[in-house]
């Protein structure tokens, strides 16, 4: 049987991207995205809650591990390390990961993929869906609060289904603030970029994406402070148990979406809420879109913790296409010994023990 795994390291994935384009990509994801959980059955595709080990020596951190069964096909588990000290310290992301894709007639590990852009362009992805749905379509000015890795594929992803005009940016190093043109200067947008402050970003932007590395326990981001009526928040920091940008006031007063309710009322902003304040969940939104309508002209807030699915989704394209442009390396990982009730097999008769 074939035991080849197919692996794409960082640079494979870039060279997926070069060669298939930023914007086809983060466009033929979104609609995967949207697609699979149009169709998302749980009886179907199990996703339990994610688990992992959190600790603060030698800096504070976490390895949590996000599984996804698609029965009688493939479980995709990703490995995620949030180190928010990386940047400053180690010259790394704050998010490192890898995903792996497991063959579930064999157990076989099909393939071993990086994680870190496939993280930032699904989170961006999940976003677009979510503000598809909840916000304003003309909406054209967006402010980011956090303006680290995720901030730049949440713009990239925004203005493939927004006309863009202006990005207002607020972050506590000004540091990454002063360098956000620079780093989305390839995605080639014909927009505004300003540094502003919170109170200025919840007056006047129609969407918000709030993406820090709060500590937790410090929550929220900001207190007192008065949005507009018709504001669309994507809540991406959020993703923790006692980590939470929002304040409870604004939760109170938006339709609040979380991606996975489950997991979402442990780790995201849905903490702070009762179960009787929590809107629909992404599924429910874009399955019965209809209903929801009404969403777009009120305060409404996408409680994006990171669902499995949305790991599966992306490293399946990303899959596709490593076999569409033969990019990648197929290696033998696995020990399979010629005879399968003796792993020492391989060992000839003339090596002595
Ligand atoms: N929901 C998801 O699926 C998902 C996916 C990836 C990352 N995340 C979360 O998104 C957040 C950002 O991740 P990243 O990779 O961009 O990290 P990053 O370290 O690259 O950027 C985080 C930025 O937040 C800023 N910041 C910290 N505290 C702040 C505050 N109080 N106000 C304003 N800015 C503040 C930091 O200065 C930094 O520039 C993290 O909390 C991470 O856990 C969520």
Request: proline share 4%.
């Amino acid at each position: 049987m074939e035991n080849k795994t197919l692996i794409l390291s960082g640079n494979d994935v870039n060279k997926i991207l070069e060669t298939y384009g930023l914007n086809k990509l983060m466009d033929t994801l979104i609609e995967r995205t949207t697609n699979s959980i149009k169709s998302y059955n749980p009886e179907k595709t199990e996703i339990p809650i994610r688990s992992g080990f959190n600790y603060e020596i030698n800096d504070p951190g976490l390895v949590e591990w996000m599984p996804v069964h698609k029965k009688g096909d493939e479980v995709v588990i990703k490995v995620v390390g949030y180190h928010p000290r990386n940047p400053v310290k180690y010259d790394l992301p704050t998010i490192l990961s890898t995903i792996s894709s497991y063959d579930t007639t064999t157990g076989h590990l099909k393939g071993l993929v990086d994680g870190v852009l496939l993280t930032a362009l699904r989170t961006g992805a999940a976003s677009a869906v979510a503000s598809k749905f909840l916000a304003k379509e003309d909406s054209s000015v967006l402010g980011l609060i956090g303006c680290g890795a995720q901030s730049v594929t949440q713009l990239h992803a925004l203005s493939r289904l927004f006309d863009i005009k202006k990005v207002m940016l607020f972050d506590v190093d000004k540091t990454t603030m002063a360098s956000f043109s620079n780093r989305i200067a390839m995605l080639d947008l014909n927009i505004e970029i300003v540094s502003s402050s919170m109170k200025d970003i919840l007056n006047i932007c129609d969407i918000v994406c709030t993406e820090t590395s709060i500590d937790v326990g410090t929550g929220p981001l900001f207190k007192n402070l008065k949005t507009n009526d018709h504001i669309h928040i994507n809540a991406i920091g959020s993703d923790f148990p006692g980590k939470v940008e929002l304040p409870l006031d604004l939760l109170k007063q938006s339709l609040v979406c979380p991606d996975f309710l489950e997991q979402a009322k442990i780790e995201g902003e849905c903490q702070q809420l009762k179960d009787s304040e929590i809107g629909p969940d992404l599924s429910e939104l874009v399955k019965h879109s209809e209903t929801y309508t009404s969403a777009k002209n009120q305060r409404t807030v996408f409680d994006s913790t990171g669902w499995a699915l949305e790991d599966q989704i992306v490293m399946d394209l990303f899959l596709d296409l490593a076999t569409e442009f033969g990019i990648g390396q197929e290696i033998a990982i696995e020990n399979i010994s010629e005879d399968a009730k003796n792993p020492y097999n391989f060992i000839l008769n003339t090596v002595s023990v």
